[in-house]
């Protein structure tokens, strides 16, 4: 049996619909540690791929199933030093996707497309994965701009 790292916990989806507004933005944080190598139940005919090439497969798969309207990636990077954490924790990559609710987020994941297709090849690509769903704080009766701007040296007290 693969040594598999956490799934998608369906009871944790389920629990943070019924707590949110139907409509409230989600920003999804993931956490991804890479492979050295692609890990699939099946044997493969393909030559053998890195975590990280696997992983593309799947950001594609994820491009082309969603609605561009319906989320933005604000960020994603490569994580370069872990200033504080538990040791031997290591994390490859780090991904913001905001989703215009959660509702879309469970379309995806819900999907015979992502059970099936998609979520293989995440658990092929992935030797660890953390995925945390943020909000942003309630700015009642203010715009929301998404994004807190800087704070000049005046407003910032330490």
């Not at 989806?13 to 890990?39: C, D, K, S, T, W």
């Not at 994965?129 to 929301?144: M, Y």
Request: aromatic share 10%; net charge negative.
């Amino acid at each position: 049996m693969l040594d598999t790292p956490p799934d998608l916990r369906l009871d944790a989806i389920v629990a943070a619909a019924a707590a949110l507004p139907a409509e409230q933005p989600v920003v999804m944080l993931n956490l991804l540690r890479y492979r050295a190598q692609a890990a699939y139940n099946a044997p493969t005919t393909e030559p053998p791929l890195t975590g990280q090439q696997a992983f593309q497969a799947y950001v594609d798969a994820f491009l082309q199933y969603n609605d561009p309207a319906e989320f933005t990636i604000v960020f994603q990077g490569t994580a370069q030093a872990q200033l504080a954490g538990l040791p031997g924790e290591q994390w490859d990559a780090v991904a913001l996707v905001e989703y215009r609710n959660l509702g879309v987020f469970r379309r995806w994941v819900e999907s015979e497309f992502y059970i099936n297709q998609v979520a293989p090849i995440r658990r092929a690509a992935l030797a660890d994965w953390r995925l945390l769903l943020l909000t942003r704080p309630s700015t009642q009766g203010e715009a929301d701009t998404g994004y807190l701007r800087g704070l000049t040296a005046q407003e910032t007290n330490y």
